[in-house]
């Protein structure tokens, strides 16, 4: 464990095992924890390595204006890794595309999990609704009513209720995303600059693997589609049974498939 500095700010990081390193990148408002059970399952094959972005975790806050995909490539130098694979989930897989098509020499393999894009435009009524609460919740200084939201849309899905999901992983995520806002606002999404990444998924090289839950947001698995269909070699897998947090609710799956794919490269 350690940190590594990047342009006014630091990186909180863990690095287990040895072999071909494996970079993995947490969803948004979320933090390194995300990814417990897939550290333990990579480090007997590979250098897994996971970090708080900016803005999350035990990393710092942003204080001007930063590209998460720049402090990757900082953490990479510093840890003296030329290439690697990157695995991120939702916001996390947002940033490792605007890696991959900034720096892609630097990328062995992309493993998507309900990733995101940078400049993807939200369509999902229940998203929409559910931000349109956010943003009401955030307006009167109501947290708790606010990180539901959050959950709504991002644990749940459109597809299920609360109690619907294990709670475990729920209170994780709630956990997560109290803690982030609590010690960073919103600094990680609010002061970053991406690419359009939506607009060029044709430019993707990498070996890629996009994972999707058939309960996740339309608009998620619409992402899958297109990087699919756009990039050079990719190809989409769908989970049954989960929304958006494929790995913390199929953790087995989820690390079976991961290996079975990065051991086929």
């Known amino acids: 464990m350690g ?25 948004g408002m979320l933090d390194s924890r995300m990814w417990d059970a897939e550290m333990a399952a990579l480090a007997p094959h590979h250098t897994a390595i996971r970090y708080d972005a900016r803005g999350h975790g035990e990393s710092s806050t942003p204080t001007e204006r930063f590209k998460h995909y720049e402090d990757l490539r900082a953490l990479m130098i510093a840890l003296e890794l030329p290439r690697a694979s990157l695995v991120g989930l939702s916001g996390g897989g947002r940033i490792a595309v605007d890696f991959a098509l900034t720096y892609p020499d630097m990328v062995e393999n992309l493993v998507l999990v309900a990733t995101g894009l940078s400049a993807m435009v939200t369509k999902d009524p229940f998203v929409l609704e559910q931000n349109k609460k956010l943003e009401e919740a955030g307006a009167r200084g109501d947290l708790p009513a606010a990180i539901e939201c959050i959950l709504r849309m991002w644990v749940d899905g459109p597809r299920r209720e609360p109690a619907d999901v294990d709670q475990r992983v729920r209170r994780l995520c709630q956990e997560m995303y109290t803690q982030t806002i609590v010690r960073h606002g919103l600094s990680g999404f609010t002061l970053m600059d991406e690419l359009r990444a939506v607009e060029r998924t044709g430019e993707l090289t990498p070996r890629t693997l996009t994972l999707v839950g058939d309960l996740d947001s339309p608009d998620i698995a619409a992402l899958s589609d297109q990087i699919e269909c756009d990039a050079r070699d990719a190809r989409k897998l769908v989970v049954p049974g989960v929304a958006h947090m494929i790995n913390l609710e199929k953790p087995a799956e989820f690390s079976r498939i991961l290996l079975d794919f990065l051991g086929r490269s």
Do not use: S, T
């Open 3 to 27: 940190r590594v500095q990047v342009e006014n700010g630091e990186l909180a990081y863990e690095v287990r095992g040895e072999g071909d390193p494996v970079i993995l990148l947490h969803g």
